[in-house]
T-cell receptor, first 114, second 114 residues
Framework: GNSVTQMEGPVTLSEEAFLTINCTYT??????LFWYVQYPGEGLQLLLK?????DKGSNKGFEATYRKETTSFHLEKGSVQVSDSAVYFC?????????????FGGGTRLMVKP | EPEVTQTPSHQVTQMGQEVILRCVPI?????FYWYRQILGQKVEFLVS????????KSEIFDDQFSVERPDGSNFTLKIRSTKLEDSAMYFC????????????FGEGSWLTVV
């Protein structure tokens, strides 16, 4: 089956620190990979995605590269801000068509201190 | 920017009562979903809906659950007789041909069963 494993949180960083949140996956078929973010009191928002090997998704200073050889999609940001404090979810779906369900990781809470 | 909207944002109900959670998906989307997140746990897929019928459902989506698209805009999740373990955040989501395999989520409906 499909599964996503993320590093457990919380991850606590000081402002301007470098962030890495690890994500690895197993999938039957060729997955697309996603990072969603959930800010306090809000719903899930798509942060970035990558649909094929070696693609790099990026948004708001966050990046993640689809690594097929290591089945990973680690999230990185060079300099975090307090406003990045949120829960980050790695997810996959198999197939490139609309209608495919998402499988989520457990989420990683990021806390950024001023 | 178009968004998925959900009501209510929070509902408290007594065990055994019926609950209906409502969602308005993004207007040109054709695929609709419900996911749930029990406090502190993973976001889990419940059901997907396309062309006025269920296209996929998980083990969680038993006979107590049903979905409906009663008109051209709303998409509802009904829980027939709520149990304590149904307490969770329920996310509605939608996707469409133009969004490829990207699924857009609402802000969630927090259900508390007492």
């Amino acid at each position: 089956g499909n599964s996503v494993t993320q590093m457990e949180g919380p991850v606590t960083l000081s402002e301007e620190a470098f962030l890495t949140i690890n994500c690895t996956y197993t999938a039957t078929g060729y997955p697309s990979l996603f990072w969603y973010v959930q800010y306090p009191g809000e719903g899930l928002q798509l942060l970035l995605k990558a649909t094929k090997a070696d693609d790099k998704g990026s948004n708001k200073g966050f990046e993640a590269t689809y690594r097929k050889e290591t089945t990973s999609f680690h999230l990185e940001k060079g300099s975090v801000q307090v406003s990045d404090s949120a829960v980050y979810f790695c997810a996959l779906s198999v197939g490139n068509n609309a209608g495919n369900m998402l499988t989520f990781g457990g989420g990683t809470r990021l806390m950024v201190k001023p | 920017e178009p968004e998925v909207t959900q009501t209510p944002s929070h509902q408290v109900t007594q065990m055994g009562q019926e609950v209906i959670l409502r969602c308005v998906p993004i207007s040109n989307h054709l695929y609709f979903y419900w996911y749930r997140q029990i406090l502190g746990q993973k976001v889990e897929f419940l059901v997907s809906f396309y062309n006025n019928e269920i296209s996929e459902k998980s083990e969680i989506f038993d006979d107590q659950f049903s979905v409906e698209r009663p008109d051209g805009s709303n998409f509802t999740l009904k829980i027939r007789s709520t149990k304590l373990e149904d307490s969770a955040m329920y996310f509605c989501a939608s996707s469409g041909a133009l969004s490829g395999n990207t699924i857009y989520f609402g802000e969630g409906s927090w259900l508390t069963v007492v």
